[in-house]
């Protein structure tokens, strides 16, 4: 990401926003995953259970699926927030360079 940040010619205010705001998203991106694995964990458990309580599973599937819901409008509110931050032009060649990195990280994780 910062190789990408280094090639949009960026104001020092740009860069220190955007390092500010993605150390914030960074942080708040981990809760989630975090909150998320905790939901399908005890979705899992609740499986294992002799018993089923379903209003539990579901309740948990609902709870779930609401922090799915957040997680997408997350996504959005950070993709608002570089575009304020960048140019048009900037944001632009932004996003080229974000899909020209997308194959590489493939590839880089089908060696592990």
Same mark, same amino acid.
């Given at each position: 990401m910062l190789a990408i940040f280094e090639q949009l010619n960026l104001s020092p205010e =740009?860069?220190? =926003?955007?390092?500010?705001?993605? !150390? !914030?998203?960074? /942080? =708040?991106? @981990?809760?989630?995953? @975090?909150?998320?694995?905790?939901?399908?964990?005890?979705? @899992? !458990?609740?499986? =294992?259970? /002799?018993?089923? !309580?379903m209003e539990k599973i579901y309740r948990i599937h609902d709870e779930l699926k609401g922090l799915l819901l957040k997680k997408a409008d997350f996504k959005l509110e950070g993709i608002l927030e570089v575009r304020k931050i960048l140019t048009a032009t900037q944001f632009r060649k932004f996003r080229e360079l974000r899909k020209s990195m997308h194959p590489m990280k493939k590839k880089r994780k089908k060696f592990y």
């Amino acid at each position: 990401m910062l190789a990408i940040f280094e090639q949009l010619n960026l104001s020092p205010e =740009q860069t220190k =926003q955007l390092e500010t705001h993605r !150390n !914030n998203h960074r /942080e =708040q991106e @981990g809760e989630f995953r @975090g909150r998320l694995r905790e939901k399908k964990e005890a979705i @899992g !458990n609740e499986l =294992q259970n /002799e018993e089923l !309580n379903m209003e539990k599973i579901y309740r948990i599937h609902d709870e779930l699926k609401g922090l799915l819901l957040k997680k997408a409008d997350f996504k959005l509110e950070g993709i608002l927030e570089v575009r304020k931050i960048l140019t048009a032009t900037q944001f632009r060649k932004f996003r080229e360079l974000r899909k020209s990195m997308h194959p590489m990280k493939k590839k880089r994780k089908k060696f592990y």
